[in-house]
């Protein structure tokens, strides 16, 4: 596609709840990044994948969190049992490559845990 | 580690110049910088690599100074587009892939 398509734009979900949100890289793009931004505060490392391979997920806040990526191309975020301090944009971007490039970031997902 | 910013935030006059500093304690393979506008997503605007040049285009540059791992982001007669919040990146030379940013610079350029 032309750009980081994510859905949902937005969720609200009930504390406790999974959630499931969805990154759809540029085409070609090997590289694909998570970051979190809660309000008003800077992006928060995640996880990134080179191909379909994860290979540091010291970036997730808990074990509730987990991400998988397919055919090297669309990646999955999970959030088991929702608690509010998950609420945040949760922002995935993708690079050509792992090194070198600058990366394109997606509108987001806001998540709200009510 | 987190890079440290500074200053927090900026106001200028258009016209006016600007500097934005990015300060890391861990050795460096690369330096991102993106400006964000509020409520929208990050966009990317240059990338310093270890032992690479320094970048830029029209009015807008950065250097990298591998020896005190900082970069600089250099802002000439700003306009009022060029307000929003910047971040550095820094990607350490021992955790590729791994883009640690910077707490953000709030910059608000007026007429």
């Known amino acids: 596609g032309a750009g980081v398509s994510q859905s949902p734009s937005n969720k609200v979900t009930e504390k406790g709840k999974d959630v499931e949100l969805r990154c759809d890289p540029i085409?070609?793009?090997?590289?694909l990044y998570w970051y979190r931004q809660s309000l008003g505060q800077g992006l928060e490392f995640l996880i990134y994948?080179?191909?379909?391979?994860?290979?540091?997920k010291s970036g997730l806040p808990s074990d509730r969190f987990s991400a998988e990526r397919t055919g090297g191309s669309v990646s999955t975020l999970t959030i088991q049992r929702t608690q509010q301090e998950d609420s945040a944009v949760y922002l995935c971007?993708?690079?050509?490559?792992?090194?070198?490039?600058?990366?394109?970031f997606g509108s987001g997902t806001r998540l709200t845990v009510v | 580690q987190q890079p440290v910013q500074s200053p927090q935030a900026v106001i200028l006059r258009e016209g006016e110049d600007a500097v934005i500093n990015c300060s890391s304690s861990k050795a460096l393979y690369s330096v991102h910088w993106y400006r964000q506008k509020h409520g929208e997503a990050p966009v990317f605007l240059m990338i310093l690599l270890k032992g690479g040049e320094q970048k830029g285009h029209e009015k807008i540059s950065a250097s990298f100074n591998e020896k005190k791992q900082q970069s600089s982001l250099y802002l000439t007669a700003s306009q009022l587009s060029y307000s929003g919040t910047y971040f550095c990146?820094?990607?350490?030379?021992?955790?590729?892939?791994?883009?640690?940013f910077g707490q953000g610079t709030i910059l608000t350029v007026h007429p």
């Open positions: 994948f080179q191909g379909n391979s994860a290979p540091d």
């Open positions: 971007a993708s690079s050509p490559a792992l090194l070198g490039y600058g990366y394109t």
């Open positions: 085409s070609g793009h090997t590289a």
């Open positions: 990146g820094t990607e350490e030379g021992t955790s590729y892939g791994k883009l640690t």
